[in-house]
């Protein structure tokens, strides 16, 4: 006789092997020790020994071994250290956009597509009658004979113009992106981190870019006294450092970016917690630390407006709720013509994806 066999709930029987869970964990800790295997393995063994995530028959050493032989980590030459691979690197971003993207709701927008039908790659299940200046790759011929056996019979079958259907396509935006990430010494400071869940939300953005939308781009900077460009391997490993925050460096850099990209929808979108406090003047740094400086601020509202001229909308996302923080911000949104979110640490990957999702499907002339 057939029945059914009862056991005890197990929280921790999700189908994956100690190997994956622990793997799961692992790249999560790398994110927070940007990129370090020795200090994520510590914290790994710390964790093992509070929560006993090891048994006797599958140990941390096995974990390590198993690491390397599946091509996670591997010893680096120069140092004896050990690194993580570019398999690993990947893993991470992939790790983070299903933590970040798999969480909004699934609706039926932000495809991509724009409003507009045309010539595209993307074919629409609708058609319309043809008209004088149709191009003939844009007949649907099924459609077509099917309303000329409709319309004058099976036996003399004619076709006519007036049978003859389009069937559209969808044109597709394609958009350059720059995401600008605040790596000043406020972002850890307070005992909040601030910068990994920025760091999180760039790998994740990255990762859908390159697999759901390989057309467009995306440039990462990273500002603090200056500003420079990351490559998206690089991500994991970003530490905050001890910088001011230089706004201007950071948004020159994106528009001098963006004036090369031949894509016409350009955007920039900026994470950061404070308050723009530096400025470069030739080959000395201007610094004020105390309070919104004018000549700082005013410097980041010309840059907004030359910004709004070149048509490239900015959309700040501001981890800080200081009220005259708050302020600067609206202002400079207003003289850009852009967006700005004032966003908690962990909602700020569905304010951006949901941004930039929505932000695909119009077309910005």
Same mark, same amino acid.
Not at 317 to 343: H, S, W
């Given at each position: 006789?057939?029945?059914?066999?009862?056991?005890?709930?197990?929280?921790?029987?999700?189908?994956?092997?100690?190997?994956?869970?622990?793997?799961?964990?692992?790249?999560?800790?790398?994110?927070?020790?940007?990129?370090?295997?020795?200090?994520?393995?510590?914290?790994?063994?710390?964790?093992?020994?509070?929560?006993?995530?090891?048994?006797?028959?599958?140990?941390?050493?096995?974990?390590?071994?198993?690491?390397?032989?599946?091509?996670?980590?591997?010893?680096?030459?120069?140092?004896?250290?050990?690194?993580?691979?570019?398999?690993?690197?990947?893993?991470?971003?992939? &790790?983070?956009?299903?933590?970040?993207?798999?969480?909004?709701?699934?609706?039926?927008?932000?495809?991509?597509?724009? %409003?507009?039908?045309?010539?595209?790659?993307?074919?629409?299940?609708?058609?319309?009658?043809?008209?004088?200046?149709?191009?003939?790759?844009?007949?649907?011929?099924?459609?077509?004979?099917?309303?000329?056996?409709?319309?004058?019979?099976?036996?003399?079958?004619?076709?006519?113009?007036?049978?003859?259907?389009?069937?559209?396509?969808? %044109? &597709? +935006?394609?958009?350059?992106?720059?995401?600008?990430?605040?790596?000043?010494?406020?972002?850890?400071?307070?005992?909040?981190?601030?910068?990994?869940? +920025?760091?999180?939300?760039?790998?994740?953005?990255?990762?859908?870019?390159?697999?759901?939308?390989? &057309?467009?781009?995306?440039?990462?900077?990273?500002?603090?006294?200056?500003?420079?460009?990351?490559?998206?391997?690089?991500?994991?490993?970003?530490?905050?450092?001890?910088?001011?925050?230089?706004?201007?460096?950071?948004?020159?850099?994106?528009?001098?970016?963006?004036?090369?990209?031949?894509?016409?929808?350009?955007?920039?979108?900026?994470?950061?917690?404070?308050?723009?406090?530096?400025?470069?003047?030739?080959?000395?740094?201007?610094?004020?630390?105390?309070?919104?400086?004018?000549?700082?601020?005013?410097?980041?509202?010309?840059?907004? +407006?030359?910004?709004?001229?070149?048509?490239?909308?900015?959309?700040? %996302?501001?981890?800080?709720?200081?009220?005259?923080?708050?302020?600067?911000?609206?202002?400079?949104?207003?003289?850009?013509?852009?967006?700005?979110? %004032?966003?908690?640490?962990? &909602?700020?990957?569905?304010?951006?994806?949901?941004?930039?999702?929505?932000?695909?499907?119009?077309?910005?002339?």
């Amino acid at each position: 006789m057939q029945g059914f066999q009862f056991s005890g709930f197990d929280p921790n029987a999700d189908g994956k092997t100690r190997f994956e869970q622990l793997l799961d964990l692992f790249m999560q800790l790398l994110t927070y020790t940007s990129g370090d295997v020795g200090e994520t393995l510590q914290w790994l063994n710390e964790l093992d020994k509070k929560y006993e995530l090891t048994d006797d028959e599958y140990g941390m050493g096995d974990f390590i071994d198993d690491l390397k032989s599946k091509g996670y980590i591997a010893d680096n030459e120069q140092n004896g250290e050990i690194r993580i691979t570019p398999k690993t690197e990947q893993g991470i971003r992939k &790790k983070s956009l299903e933590e970040i993207f798999g969480k909004l709701k699934k609706t039926k927008s932000g495809e991509h597509q724009t %409003f507009k039908p045309g010539g595209g790659d993307e074919i629409s299940p609708d058609t319309r009658p043809f008209q004088f200046g149709d191009l003939l790759e844009q007949i649907d011929f099924t459609e077509s004979i099917r309303n000329a056996q409709i319309n004058h019979g099976l036996d003399s079958f004619m076709m006519q113009e007036d049978d003859l259907q389009i069937r559209e396509t969808d %044109f &597709k +935006a394609q958009t350059s992106t720059v995401l600008m990430i605040d790596i000043s010494h406020s972002m850890i400071l307070y005992g909040e981190d601030r910068i990994t869940p +920025a760091k999180k939300v760039a790998m994740a953005l990255s990762e859908l870019i390159t697999t759901k939308y390989p &057309k467009d781009t995306l440039d990462i900077v990273v500002f603090g006294n200056d500003a420079w460009p990351v490559e998206i391997k690089d991500l994991p490993y970003l530490q905050v450092g001890p910088y001011h925050t230089n706004t201007v460096a950071g948004l020159e850099l994106a528009m001098d970016i963006l004036r090369r990209r031949k894509n016409p929808n350009k955007q920039i979108f900026v994470i950061t917690d404070g308050k723009p406090t530096c400025l470069k003047i030739g080959r000395r740094y201007y610094k004020n630390s105390f309070g919104l400086d004018r000549k700082v601020t005013s410097r980041c509202m010309n840059l907004a +407006a030359q910004c709004k001229k070149l048509k490239i909308p900015i959309t700040t %996302f501001m981890i800080a709720t200081d009220p005259y923080l708050q302020r600067f911000v609206q202002e400079f949104t207003e003289t850009n013509n852009g967006k700005a979110f %004032f966003a908690s640490l962990d &909602k700020l990957g569905a304010f951006i994806f949901k941004d930039f999702e929505s932000g695909k499907r119009k077309t910005l002339y």
